[in-house]
């Protein structure tokens, strides 16, 4: 599976916990069902862990992309999602939004942070909204980054800009997640036929062959990836429940990003949010690192009191 064939990357979470210096350290967690996940701290600041998207990414490429430019202000964990990366595939082929999410606070367990950021990337975001509504308790804020909470939506987004781009008209028979996934390959091959693929992350071919490289060293067998359009939780729609999340919510999102939707971002309706559009992109930490980076300090600084 290559990055761009499975486009919702996903996303960060960070913790509210300060260290005193700046640290990298690698580890590795047990989860309760024995499940070896990958963890990775370095910076200083509130802590602040990092979730992929994909689904079936990995955090490295997030990390040596200038997202590593956030540890300047803030611990980051970055973290791989079990069956993903360098983290142990699930032994019972377990992948409930609910499994993920526990494995989530393990990590905040592990850092002893009673409240957390939440910051996702593209697919991540169904995660961190699932997990302060969850654990609203253990939630400081959350920070969408390009991140979808409906996968019907973007990749209906994506068949759409490839038909546009294209001039096609591939259209899904109905609106079941079958026929939506079916028309997205048909239109994915397509699009790759012509050698355009990278346009749905970034007009930019370089920044997207950057990530395809470093995601080229991902060891995982994508078993969470094989697994995740199989499960019926990922299809819904979470947009439609953000008005019930009190904490403060921090949406990036790109004016160009054909992945999740250039206009997404208006179906959502947290009580207490803020839009931040910077031009790009589905890959705005890197395609433009330094907005990128400034708003969510900007966030950061205003929310953590």
């Known amino acids: 599976m290559s990055r761009t064939t499975f486009t919702f990357i ?54 040596y992309l200038k997202g590593n430019n956030l540890e300047t202000n803030l611990s980051m964990v970055y973290y791989d999602q079990r069956g993903c990366g360098r983290s142990q595939k699930s032994k019972n082929g377990i992948y409930s939004v609910d499994r993920m999410i526990k494995d989530i606070d393990l990590i905040r367990k592990h850092y002893h942070a009673k409240k957390v950021y939440l910051l996702s990337h593209s697919f991540g975001g169904i995660l961190a909204v699932n997990y302060a509504l969850k654990y609203p308790n253990h939630v400081k804020g959350l920070i969408l980054a390009n991140s979808t909470l409906n996968i019907s939506y973007s990749l209906i987004n994506q068949i759409n800009y490839i038909n546009k781009l294209l001039k096609t008209n591939f259209t899904p028979s109905d609106s079941t997640s079958a026929s939506i996934m079916s028309t997205f390959l048909d239109a994915k091959k397509a699009i790759a036929a012509k050698e355009l693929s990278y346009k749905i992350l970034s007009d930019n071919k370089k920044d997207v062959d950057l990530v395809d490289e470093i995601d080229t060293k991902n060891p995982s067998d994508y078993d969470f990836a094989r697994k995740a359009f199989q499960i019926d939780d990922y299809w819904k729609d979470y947009a439609q429940r953000t008005k019930q999340i ?60």
């Open 10 to 63: 996903l996303a960060l979470i960070c913790f509210n916990l300060n260290a005193q210096n700046k640290t990298t350290k690698d580890d590795f967690l047990i989860t309760d069902d024995g499940i070896k996940l990958f963890v990775k701290k370095s910076g200083k600041g509130p802590i602040c862990i990092f979730i992929h998207g994909g689904p079936g990414a990995w955090s490295e490429s997030f990390e």
């Open 246 to 305: 009190d904490v403060p919510v921090l949406i990036i999102t790109g004016k160009k990003d054909h992945a999740v939707g250039e206009d997404y971002y208006l179906l959502f309706n947290f009580k207490n949010q803020k839009v931040k559009k910077i031009n790009g992109g589905h890959l705005l930490y890197y395609e433009n690192n330094k907005k990128f980076i400034n708003s969510i300090f900007k966030f950061i600084k205003e929310t953590d009191k």
